[in-house]
């Protein structure tokens, strides 16, 4: 089980810190990944970080803004977003993936098959 929190709403140009939290799994065998879904657009993975945390991918409309990082210790992990746009808005969500532990772009294309997606946490950027 996943569950996201630290969404809200912001104006254009600020920041927010997501958190997932996971249970239910042996945290430090599975890399951890963030996918966003705008309305009415399918779900899309923008970062992922390898179980050590020493890998971190992310795909180009985040890249230089967003920051992904982890707590293996508290099994929670985390997206720093900056310079929000509001081509941002979207409900956020994270997955886990123990396929490609060392996370990477074959990690984040395996979260696709992610069976226990949580709520999300919605995140909405105003102009």
């Known amino acids: 089980q996943v569950v996201e929190s630290g969404g809200g709403s912001v104006q254009a140009g600020g920041s927010l810190r997501l958190s997932c939290t996971a249970s239910?799994?042996?945290?430090?065998?599975?890399?951890m990944g963030w996918f966003r879904q705008a309305p009415g657009k399918e779900r899309e993975g923008i970062s992922v970080?390898?179980?050590?945390?020493?890998?971190?991918y992310y795909v180009d409309s985040v890249k230089g803004r967003f920051t992904i990082s982890r707590d293996n210790a508290k099994n929670t992990v985390y997206l720093e977003m900056s310079s929000l746009r509001p081509e941002d808005t979207a409900t956020y969500y994270c997955?886990?993936?123990?396929?490609?532990?060392?996370?990477?772009?074959?990690?984040?294309?395996?979260?696709?098959?992610?069976?226990?997606w949580g709520q999300g946490t919605q995140v909405t950027v105003s102009s």
């Open positions: 997955a886990a993936d123990r396929r490609f532990p060392g996370g990477g772009i074959q990690s984040l294309r395996a979260m696709a098959d992610f069976r226990f």
């Open positions: 239910g799994l042996k945290f430090d065998d599975y890399s």
């Open positions: 970080i390898s179980w050590r945390g020493d890998t971190k």
